[in-house]
């Protein structure tokens, strides 16, 4: 699923700086920020993440005043996750530096202050990654396979590859279930005991194969998953009947800021709308503040607003699949958190595909 990027803020102390503006081209909220310590180029992600941004020239400027060293303290202080970019060329011929204070300098920044410092080319390569940053902080970073890859020579190679994944199956077991079954299609069909015919399978293993192979499978591994999962049943979530009004419904600010809401139900019953942002893991401050924005910004939406006139009351709420997700504090009435239970979804999203299945027989 695609990330709206509008629904990402950044609060910078320079929003009209190069880097702020890039950010908002993106589509990215940037709010301003007033700092007291100095005359810096910061930019808060989150309560526990922020970026302070030099160049290569400022960089150098900061050692020789010391506004690098002071920086640093107050990041450390507030900021669990403090970032420095340098950006660009640290020139030191130019500026007749010694590089052993530059390298110094860098060194005490990550050992002594605790702040981890990377580098950028230029100020768009460092615009796109306070964004990556803001987009995997505010909305979470996508699951990465430990699986290592590489690209097959040929055919047979990507065949051996494939049955390599299987449980305690390496390149050799490989080669003798291909060569035993033919192809790969026939590994997949091979019952339990049509395995254990293969040299080099016991009965362990082929018993871990036929479980992989033939084990239905049962997650919930997105939150377009999840959407469907609500989508089929709302009962998931809800105790009284509603209808489902739209599904990645779009909202538009009076700044031309768009925020696309997962699901939209009415409560015909309770004259209510219901706008519905669902998470995959831990609910967050920013998730409330993400529907938040959602609530403030509804009458934008033409369909939104007709029912709002017709005197319907609306709400937000926010869910997730993680059992421990939802203990987010919300002070807010029109704002309420809840647990969707996992089980329930990956049953109704089995249902789904066995009807998908048939359909297609």
């Given at each position: 699923?695609?990330?709206?990027?509008?629904?990402?803020?950044?609060?910078?102390?320079?929003?009209?700086?190069?880097?702020?503006?890039?950010?908002?081209?993106?589509?990215?909220?940037?709010?301003?920020?007033?700092?007291?310590?100095?005359?810096?180029?910061?930019?808060?992600?989150?309560?526990?993440?922020?970026?302070?941004?030099?160049?290569?020239?400022?960089?150098?400027?900061?050692?020789?005043?010391?506004?690098?060293?002071?920086?640093?303290?107050?990041?450390?202080?507030?900021?669990?996750?403090?970032?420095?970019?340098?950006?660009?060329?640290?020139?030191?011929?130019?500026?007749?530096?010694?590089?052993?204070?530059?390298?110094?300098?860098?060194?005490?920044?990550?050992?002594?202050?605790?702040?981890?410092?990377?580098?950028?080319?230029?100020?768009?390569?460092?615009?796109?990654?306070?964004?990556?940053?803001?987009?995997?902080?505010?909305?979470?970073?996508?699951?990465?396979?430990?699986?290592?890859?590489?690209?097959?020579?040929?055919?047979?190679?990507?065949?051996?590859?494939?049955?390599?994944?299987?449980?305690e199956c390496g390149m050799t077991l490989a080669r003798e279930l291909l060569q035993h079954f033919g192809s790969v299609e026939r590994i997949v069909?091979?019952?339990?005991?049509?395995?254990?015919?293969?040299?080099?399978?016991?009965?362990?293993?082929?018993?871990?194969?036929?479980?992989?192979?033939?084990?239905?499978?049962?997650?919930?591994?997105?939150?377009?998953?999840?959407?469907?999962?609500?989508?089929?049943?709302?009962?998931?979530?809800?105790?009284?009947?509603?209808?489902?009004?739209?599904?990645?419904?779009?909202?538009?600010?009076?700044?031309?800021?768009?925020?696309?809401?997962?699901?939209?139900?009415?409560?015909?019953?309770?004259?209510?709308?219901?706008?519905?942002?669902?998470?995959?893991?831990?609910?967050?401050?920013?998730?409330?503040?993400?529907?938040?924005?959602?609530?403030?910004?509804?009458?934008?939406?033409?369909?939104?607003?007709?029912?709002?006139?017709?005197?319907?009351?609306?709400?937000?709420?926010?869910?997730?699949?993680?059992?421990?997700?939802?203990?987010?504090?919300?002070?807010?009435?029109?704002?309420?958190?809840?647990?969707?239970?996992?089980?329930?979804?990956?049953?109704?999203?089995?249902?789904?595909?066995?009807?998908?299945?048939?359909?297609?027989?």
């Amino acid at each position: 699923m695609s990330v709206d990027l509008s629904d990402l803020r950044v609060s910078a102390t320079k929003p009209s700086g190069k880097p702020a503006v890039l950010l908002a081209q993106m589509g990215i909220g940037v709010l301003s920020v007033v700092e007291d310590e100095g005359n810096v180029d910061r930019y808060i992600i989150s309560p526990r993440l922020a970026i302070e941004r030099r160049t290569g020239s400022s960089f150098l400027r900061g050692i020789m005043d010391k506004t690098l060293f002071t920086s640093a303290v107050f990041l450390r202080e507030h900021f669990e996750l403090p970032i420095l970019i340098v950006e660009g060329e640290v020139n030191y011929e130019y500026s007749g530096f010694d590089p052993q204070a530059v390298r110094g300098a860098l060194s005490a920044m990550m050992l002594e202050y605790g702040i981890s410092v990377l580098s950028t080319a230029s100020t768009v390569e460092t615009a796109s990654l306070i964004a990556m940053m803001a987009r995997q902080e505010q909305i979470g970073i996508p699951e990465i396979s430990m699986i290592p890859k590489r690209k097959a020579t040929d055919l047979l190679d990507l065949q051996r590859r494939v049955i390599e994944m299987l449980p305690e199956c390496g390149m050799t077991l490989a080669r003798e279930l291909l060569q035993h079954f033919g192809s790969v299609e026939r590994i997949v069909a091979a019952s339990q005991e049509e395995l254990l015919q293969c040299r080099g399978v016991g009965e362990r293993k082929a018993a871990q194969i036929h479980q992989v192979l033939h084990a239905q499978y049962h997650a919930v591994d997105t939150e377009r998953n999840l959407e469907d999962a609500v989508e089929a049943a709302p009962d998931i979530l809800f105790d009284e009947p509603v209808t489902l009004l739209a599904r990645q419904h779009h909202i538009y600010t009076d700044e031309k800021e768009r925020h696309v809401v997962d699901l939209v139900f009415l409560d015909v019953d309770a004259r209510e709308i219901i706008l519905v942002e669902l998470k995959r893991g831990r609910l967050s401050r920013e998730h409330r503040e993400q529907i938040r924005r959602y609530l403030d910004n509804a009458c934008k939406s033409k369909v939104l607003r007709e029912l709002l006139d017709e005197g319907m009351t609306i709400r937000g709420l926010l869910a997730t699949v993680e059992e421990d997700g939802a203990k987010l504090k919300i002070k807010d009435k029109n704002i309420s958190a809840c647990v969707v239970d996992r089980q329930r979804a990956i049953e109704v999203l089995a249902g789904l595909r066995e009807a998908r299945l048939r359909c297609r027989e």
